[in-house]
């Protein structure tokens, strides 16, 4: 009796409730506190739906707001980006206007971050957009897919 | 060698001592250890008197009565434990098909959190993946500058090719 409870227990206990995390800075943006913000835009897909794109994971961030409420996000993919194996990135006026990262694979995923501050070029569209992806297409081929 | 004990121990009494344990017995005065003298007593051949006659009656009406309950309290005590045998089974079960069903789903998700809003609908969740993309990526005619911009620097790195002029 008392091993089978400890059975139930056992399982219990391994399984949980578990968020996709990428082990980058920019996990702290998705542990839902933009979920019900009414200036975001936030996104996650898994699985099936992301099969003809040859990805596993999906996830991005759109934030409306001022210079102060992008300051979070820029300070955090700047952080990655020092561990990213690739990048291409544009600033304007200091701040970062772009960047595109890929990082070493996990397990046989590549990984790529990308982001773009557009008010910093329009000031009228101000926002911000960040997009995670993990999968085993590489960069040519999300380019032809997302065209 | 336990019978002669037994014979011994039964002797010891005297007539009188087995009537006033009756009577104690009777009043519930008696003690396990002093009934079960008396039981013993009451199976022996020492037990020759009619008077005791109602206390055999008794006590085996009684003892009777109590192996019954103790049969009932075994059996279920045996059927409380097939129950919770059988709870904690079923639990189980029901906790391993949760865990699956739950895993399936962590598998395959497809959401949006659209200004506040959950938004589940596969499509609407697509055409904002789909938008976000298209967000990160720089505008054409951006593009199309800074492809101009580095072909421009490009072709000045290149070298500068000598003409000899022999004339």
């Not at chain 1, 409870?5 to 839902?32: H, K, M, N, W």
């Not at chain 1, 040859?54 to 409306?64: D, E, H, I, N």
């Not at chain 2, 045998?85 to 949006?112: F, K, M």
Request: proline content about 2%; some cysteine; glycine content about 6%.
């Amino acid at each position: 009796m008392k091993r089978l409870l400890l059975s139930i227990l056992l399982l219990s206990t391994i399984f949980q409730y578990t968020v996709a995390q990428s082990g980058l800075q920019i996990d702290r943006l998705f542990d839902g506190h933009y979920k019900k913000q009414k200036n975001a835009i936030e996104v996650l897909v898994k699985g099936k739906k992301l099969e003809p794109y040859k990805l596993s994971l999906f996830r991005s961030l759109t934030v409306k707001g001022t210079e102060k409420d992008f300051e979070e996000l820029e300070k955090l993919v700047l952080k990655d980006a020092t561990s990213a194996i690739d990048k291409e990135t544009g600033m304007i006026g200091g701040k970062l206007y772009y960047g595109f990262y890929r990082f070493p694979n996990k397990k046989t995923n590549y990984r790529y971050l990308f982001y773009r501050n557009a008010s910093l070029q329009n000031p009228a569209s101000n926002e911000v957009t960040l997009v995670y992806m993990e999968g085993i297409s590489t960069l040519d081929e999300l380019k032809k897919l997302f065209k | 060698m336990k019978k002669d004990f037994k014979h011994r121990f039964l002797k010891g009494k005297a007539k009188t001592e087995w009537i006033e344990l009756t009577r104690r017995y009777f009043e519930g005065e008696t003690n396990e250890e002093e009934e079960k003298q008396l039981r013993i007593f009451l199976n022996s051949p020492l037990r020759k008197k009619s008077e005791f006659e109602e206390l055999r009656a008794v006590m085996s009406f009684l003892s009777e009565g109590k192996s019954w309950y103790a049969k009932k309290e075994v059996a279920s005590r045996s059927l409380y434990r097939k129950a919770w045998t059988a709870a904690a089974i079923v639990l189980l079960c029901l906790c391993s098909g949760a865990t699956g069903y739950l895993v399936h789903q962590q598998r395959n998700i497809c959401v949006a959190y659209i200004y506040g809003e959950k938004c589940t609908d596969a499509h609407t969740v697509m055409q904002r993946m789909q938008s976000a993309l298209k967000g990160t990526q720089l505008p054409e005619e951006e593009a199309t500058v800074e492809n101009q911009l580095n072909e421009i620097f490009r072709t000045l790195d290149e070298p500068v090719a000598t003409i000899n002029d022999s004339h």
